[in-house]
């Protein structure tokens, strides 16, 4: 009776092609989103709404960034993570958008890519 061995639930994950997939019918800033969101596994919403433009770092010899999540901005502790699938896209979007050091990547309402990406 005191035995609280459940199934365990089945592994969701995405694979690179399903990814890509969403992204082919995506506006272009979820595109970005959703790549950003698969090549970083960052949490969402609360780190990723904390991803300021001084937190990407820029390898020009790599060609790729670095992504710091700061310490104050993880729900568990900070981290560096190469973004190796998105960097190109990402650094389109940014040289795009001209932001400052101190501005947020993405400045989009959350419950709406919610609900975009659930459809």
Not at 39 to 58: F, M, Q, Y
Not at 76 to 85: E, P, Q, S, V
């Amino acid at each position: 009776d005191i035995d609280c061995k459940d199934e365990k639930p089945k592994f969701s994950y995405f694979t690179i092609d399903q990814v890509k997939k969403m992204c082919n019918i995506a506006r272009y800033n979820y595109k970005v989103l959703m790549m950003f969101l698969f090549d970083s596994g960052i949490r969402a919403p609360t780190e990723l709404a904390n991803v300021k433009v001084s937190d990407l770092e820029w390898s020009p010899k790599d060609n790729y960034y670095t992504l710091n999540i700061r310490q104050e901005a993880s729900k568990t502790f900070g981290r560096r993570i190469k973004l190796l699938l998105c960097s190109e896209i990402l650094k389109e979007y940014l040289d795009k958008l001209q932001l400052n050091a101190d501005e947020y990547v993405f400045k989009i309402s959350f419950t709406s890519v919610s609900r975009f990406i659930r459809t």
